[in-house]
């Protein structure tokens, strides 16, 4: 199944209605945004983490749902416990190789809008990064 299809996103969010095991991938992911926070505390010279910001592309295979439980669940007894998690999804965006165009996409594996082609290079939604800490 493909990590960031619909399907996949509504098995997700079946697992999370029903509160059982978050995902192991944005867990992962989520360890890696703590380790950021913690890393940027000893330079920056922060006890507290009040809100992080986290951009997340459509194309990335981060559902956002899974990220705040698992933010939640990884940063208790951190820097970061209670802190406010919240999500800006940026939009993706491909390019499609036969009409020399960049044309938006919302999922990997979708023809051009202009041509029907599968010649696409995407150019941008398919990562994720802090964007914003607001600190103590």
């Given at each position: 199944?493909n990590p960031g299809s619909s399907a996949c996103r509504a098995m ?24 950021i926070l913690q890393e940027q505390a000893r330079v920056q010279d ?56 960049a044309v938006p996409m919302k999922e990997r594996i979708s023809p ?25």
């Open positions: 199944m997700t969010a079946a697992l999370l209605r029903r509160r059982e095991t978050a995902p192991l991938h944005e867990m992962s992911l989520c360890e890696g945004v703590l380790r922060y006890s507290r983490v009040l809100k992080v910001t986290l951009e997340i592309g459509e194309l990335s295979c981060a559902v956002p749902e899974s990220m705040e439980l698992c933010f939640e669940a990884v940063t208790r007894g951190t820097l970061a416990e209670g802190a406010t998690l919240e999500i800006v999804r940026t939009p993706g965006e491909a390019w499609c190789q036969d009409c020399q165009i051009c809008p202009h041509c029907g082609g599968f010649r696409m290079k995407v150019q941008s939604g398919d990562s994720m990064r802090v964007q914003q800490l607001e600190v103590d």
